[in-house]
């Protein structure tokens, strides 16, 4: 059975920082491309960042400036975000999901992890 | 950044209906589109690919058409179990990018 579990999300306090931590099981997690997705309370869905199946293409959605990082551990079926500097309109619901490879859909999402940034 | 727009935001309609849904992109995305289906407190659950393709155990009554800028999901017979919120989002661009959401709604 394929599982993305997310974990790390929280309370954090504006200017703060956080990683997420996706687990990947139930499929051969290194061939697949990772996304971060993210989802504000009531809003709709937000591409984050994606990190290539070697990490050696990383792409992020202009809005984040250079606060995030994606990371991945194949060894540890692993996708990570580093979140830094964050502010209150970060407070979200963050998803992973995979990517079959180029041009093929994001198929298959966590079930989230939320963030929360206030004071 | 390819700009993603959905219409309508939300739309009413009774079990049994035809409904559809259009996504317009700011340039082309060739046939690089996929619609999801998120109920309240769920992920997002893929239901087309490729503008057009139906994902494995996707029931018949959803079809999708279109490419370049202009797609539409359509639902052919609604049953109740479809009342959620649907979003398009291009793959043909790194930078990805999803429509800002329709809620169907029971009327």
């Known amino acids: 059975e394929v599982q993305l579990v997310e974990s790390g999300g929280g309370l954090v306090k504006p200017g703060g920082s956080l990683r997420l931590s996706c687990a990947a099981s139930g499929f051969p997690f290194s061939s697949y491309i990772m996304h971060w997705v993210r989802q504000a309370p009531g809003k709709g869905l937000e591409w984050v960042s994606s990190?290539?199946?070697?990490?050696?293409?990383?792409y992020y959605a202009d809005s984040l400036k250079g606060r995030f990082t994606i990371s991945r551990d194949n060894a540890k079926n692993s996708v990570y975000l580093q979140m830094n500097s964050l502010r209150a309109e970060d407070t979200a619901v963050y998803y992973c999901a995979r990517e079959w490879g180029i041009r093929s859909p994001i198929d298959y999402w966590g079930q989230g992890s939320l963030v929360t940034v206030s004071s | 950044d390819i700009q993603m727009t959905q219409s309508p935001s939300t739309l009413s309609a009774s079990v049994g209906d035809r409904v559809t849904i259009t996504c317009r992109a700011s340039q082309s995305v060739g046939n690089w589109l996929a619609w999801y289906q998120q109920k309240p407190g769920k992920a997002p659950k893929l239901l087309i690919y490729r503008a057009s393709s139906l994902e494995s155990e996707v029931p018949s009554r959803f079809s999708g058409s279109g490419s370049g800028t202009e797609f539409t999901l359509t639902i052919s017979s609604l049953q109740p179990d479809d009342f959620a919120s649907y979003y398009c989002q291009q793959y043909n661009s790194n930078s990805r990018s999803f429509g800002q959401g329709t809620k169907l709604e029971i009327k």
């Open positions: 990190i290539s199946t070697t990490s050696n293409y990383i």
